[in-house]
Nanobody
Framework: QVHLVESGGGLVQTGGSLRLSCVAS????????MGWFRQDPEKERAFVAA???????YYADSVKGRFTISRDNARNTVYLEMNRLKPEDTAVYYC?????????????????WGQGTQVTVSS
């Protein structure tokens, strides 16, 4: 059974930084893409960033230049480094495993999801 565990969320002031981690277990993740989404109670789950097996990275326009996604394939771990955080970044952040090798920004193309970690940015 696939299991994803996120960590690293918390409360931070505007302009601050956080680093999210997501450890995946239960199967091989070789060749698949992984991503981060976020959701607040009043909005749909939104794409944040994704990374494929070849280390190609994709970002939502709202986080480009501020967030960095990376992965450690040996540890089945994906990271999201978040800098210059803004109040509008406040959300529950979810990591997810993609359904194949071609990266997608659509949540329906992700097979497995973590429980989420809360990120709150105070103004």
């Amino acid at each position: 059974q696939v299991h994803l565990v996120e960590s690293g969320g918390g409360l931070v002031q505007t302009g601050g930084s956080l680093r999210l981690s997501c450890v995946a277990s239960g199967r091989s993740f070789s060749g698949v893409f992984m991503g981060w989404f976020r959701q607040d109670p009043e909005k749909e789950r939104a794409f944040v960033a994704a990374i494929n097996w070849s280390d190609e990275k994709y970002y939502a326009d709202s986080v480009k230049g501020r967030f960095t996604i990376s992965r450690d394939n040996a540890r089945n771990t994906v990271y999201l480094e978040m800098n210059r955080l803004k109040p509008e970044d406040t959300a529950v952040y979810y990591c997810a495993v993609g359904s194949g090798s071609i990266v997608s920004v659509r949540h329906e193309y992700y097979s497995y999801w973590g429980q989420g970690t809360q990120v709150t940015v105070s103004s």
